[in-house]
């Protein structure tokens, strides 16, 4: 019986493992492409990113109507390409990763600093697939807002 126990427990440990060697890879790639932003570096910005990939931003007009605005990545990529390094700071406060297979899906809330000024705040939802072995991100929908965002 304790043989038995042993083993089971040997399994479930080195799936535990498996599973956070896979969500440090996950982490490694979304937190390349905030070094790649704020470095203003279009190279390992872009090197995150799957083919077709979609950014998508949930908004809120001035009388309160909820739309969904979508921005090709080529787009995304290029105004990162034009700012100064230092001038997009996006800072984490968690990252909460579920892992299935090769789909991944992460939680990230944020606040947002421009030129070191706090310019909005809100949560990225992060989908990623593993491609060749290599995660990489197939969409980012985010939520945006300016009151009531922490210091990060």
Not at 34 to 50: C, I, N, P, Q, S
Not at 125 to 149: A, P, S, Y
């Amino acid at each position: 019986m304790k043989a038995i126990l042993l083993i089971s427990s040997l399994f479930l440990s080195s799936i535990a493992l498996a599973q956070s060697g896979e969500e440090q890879t996950v982490r490694a790639t979304i937190t390349q492409m905030f070094d790649g932003m704020r470095k203003a570096d279009t190279t390992l910005f872009k090197a995150v990113f799957a083919p077709n990939a979609t950014l998508q931003s949930v908004i809120k007009n001035k009388e309160g109507v909820v739309s969904v605005r979508q921005e090709a990545i080529p787009g995304f990529i290029a105004s990162v390409g034009k700012q100064t390094a230092g001038a997009l700071d996006e800072r984490l406060s968690g990252m909460d990763i579920k892992i299935d297979g090769e789909l991944a899906t992460a939680w990230t809330p944020y606040t947002f600093y421009y030129n070191k000024q706090k310019s909005h705040c809100g949560v990225n939802v992060f989908t990623l697939v593993k491609l060749n072995g290599i995660w990489k991100i197939q969409n980012i929908i985010d939520t945006r807002r300016r009151e009531n965002c922490p210091d990060l």
